[in-house]
């Protein structure tokens, strides 16, 4: 509550060098920003924290060392979605399993999607969403529609409906995510 981001900083790093990106993802920045979202959802007040909080818990994923491997692992938000830092720990979790990513970032159209997979080939797609209003699942069926489509695609998060088009696997936490999605990159 003290907007002091080294001390933020400083934590997360502490638990990301001694219990990895999973657990420090699971056990610290996800209960503290669940913790300032309810605090949001009671007083209306408090936005500055868990934004700083999340630049910080980006900074620290950020800075995990990547494979120097090409990538073949495509992560992207959906259209219109602008949360990313799942992806971020996605990334940083894989990097430290030894797979390299790309990271598109938020707000993904659907003929960048398609140009990006065009380009790179992935074996593994994983779109995000934690909107409901984001996760459309024409966004997936194009991929898989894809004259190339990736061994693996997979929607990641909340915001997605319960049914999604065949074959396209449905992560909801990092363990199990980074899990199929090394096992299919490699």
């Known amino acids: 509550m003290r907007l002091d981001a080294a001390a933020m900083r400083t934590i997360?790093?502490?638990?990301?060098?001694?219990?990895?990106?999973?657990?420090?993802?699971?056990?610290?920045?996800?209960?503290?920003?669940?913790?300032?979202?309810?605090?949001?959802?009671?007083?209306?007040?408090f936005v500055e924290v868990e934004h700083l909080i999340s630049r910080c818990v980006s900074e620290v994923l950020g800075a995990v060392p990547r494979p120097a491997s090409p990538p073949r692992v495509l992560l992207a938000a959906a259209d219109e979605e602008q949360h990313t830092l799942p992806l971020e720990a996605l990334a940083a979790a894989l990097a430290q399993g030894g797979v390299a990513t790309r990271l598109l970032g938020a707000r993904v159209p659907a003929r960048a999607l398609d140009d990006a997979v065009t380009r790179t080939g992935p074996a593994v797609v994983v779109l995000w969403s934690q909107m409901a209003g984001t996760g459309d699942p024409a966004q997936l069926a194009r991929v898989a529609a894809h004259s190339h489509p990736p061994l693996l695609l997979a929607a990641g998060g909340p915001g997605w409906p319960a049914v999604l088009p065949s074959?396209?696997?449905?992560?909801?936490?990092?363990?199990?995510?980074?899990?199929?999605?090394q096992a299919a990159a490699t």
Do not use: K, M
């Open 12 to 45: 997360f790093e502490g638990v990301v060098a001694e219990r990895g990106v999973i657990a420090a993802w699971d056990e610290v920045a996800v209960p503290v920003l669940v913790g300032i979202g309810e605090r949001f959802q009671a007083t209306q007040r």
């Open 167 to 181: 074959g396209v696997a449905q992560l909801t936490e990092l363990a199990e995510a980074a899990e199929l999605v």
